[in-house]
């Protein structure tokens, strides 16, 4: 018996698959960490400068970050730390927990910001770069060097004329705080993709055992009257940008871009931060970037493309022709 046209179902629309673990969503990955980097860190002045402590920013980020991830640790399970285990969840804790985040804060008591926009992504960067391909394997390619080299050298030019003052004798504690707080956060980076971690997992883990700790820490050594004084708005916003944007969303995508990118390329994108800093301090801070500065940012600009091949693939494009 024949079948009648019109009687013919329409196939179904056939849906486009977004694929979490392409080069393109680890880039924009990336991207997220650097931007909400850039912002957590216009913040954190804007906090300190109205009378934030650091211990109030680091109190923030945890406990804001520990309450939107736990309902993913408890989804994977409390006792085994997500499915971590607490051999690595402690060490994890110990690299990017509260002991990253209070020194690399309490450094800027000792030293200018300019000292930290230089020395804490340049140490995060290279050291990164070099635990990938000593301990990962990972081959270092000259794109990587070249990308890395020019990353540096324009955060150096940024920070520059805060590299040549004379903040003070004690300058050097602040610069010993901001390399040893950089070379936990390297050591983070590359356990995360030694031992191919679930990024929403680990940073649960990371951030909730934080928050714990944080919680008495600021009780015993901060204490109450001075949070009460801190208005509540100020503690509103800081808490939404320090834990919601960086602490969560920031961190747990740039994890992802360490695993689908590598660690050689994904460092790169909180090498960036300063630069982007500079351009969102115009209207949040009001501070004008210099010649050097700008100068500064394109160089970032150029290494970061290099590092992730996109001046590579533009150069060997073929032109089409007629």
Do not use: K
Not at 51 to 60: I, W
Request: charged share 10%; aromatic share 8%.
């Amino acid at each position: 018996m024949p079948t009648d046209p019109s009687m013919t179902l329409p196939a179904p629309p056939v849906r486009a698959t977004f694929d979490t673990n392409s080069e393109a969503f680890g880039l924009f990955c990336g991207c997220l960490l650097a931007i909400s980097a850039a912002v957590s860190f216009a913040w954190s002045r804007v906090g300190i400068l109205n009378g934030m402590y650091a211990a109030d920013l680091t109190l923030l980020r945890f406990t804001v970050a520990g309450a939107i991830l736990l309902p993913v640790l408890i989804r994977y399970g409390v006792f085994s730390l997500a499915g971590i285990g607490w051999p690595r969840g402690m060490a994890l804790l110990l690299l990017g927990g509260p002991l990253f985040i209070l020194p690399q804060a309490a450094g800027y008591a000792f030293a200018p910001l300019a000292h930290g926009g230089v020395i804490a992504p340049a140490t995060v960067t290279v050291a990164s770069t070099i635990m990938a391909g000593l301990f990962l394997r990972e081959r270092l390619g000259t794109a990587h060097l070249v990308g890395a080299a020019l990353v540096i050298s324009g955060i150096v030019l940024i920070s520059w004329h805060g590299l040549t003052a004379s903040p003070g004798s004690q300058t050097w504690i602040g610069d010993l705080l901001f390399i040893g707080s950089s070379l936990m956060w390297a050591g983070f980076t590359v356990l995360l993709r030694l031992w191919r971690l679930e990024a929403l997992r680990a940073i649960a883990v990371v951030s909730v055992l934080s928050a714990l700790i944080m919680i008495p820490y600021y009780l015993l050594f901060v204490g109450l009257p001075h949070w009460r004084s801190l208005p509540v708005e100020t503690l509103v916003v800081q808490g939404l940008i320090q834990g919601g944007l960086q602490g969560a969303v920031g961190i747990v995508g740039y994890s992802h871009a360490i695993r689908v990118l590598g660690v050689s390329r994904a460092v790169l994108f909180p090498a960036s931060v300063p630069a982007i800093s500079i351009l969102i301090g115009i209207p949040i801070l009001g501070e004008i970037p210099t010649t050097e500065q700008i100068l500064g940012v394109v160089l970032v600009t150029v290494g970061l493309l290099t590092a992730i091949g996109v001046v590579q693939r533009f150069a060997s494009r073929q032109p089409e022709t007629p």
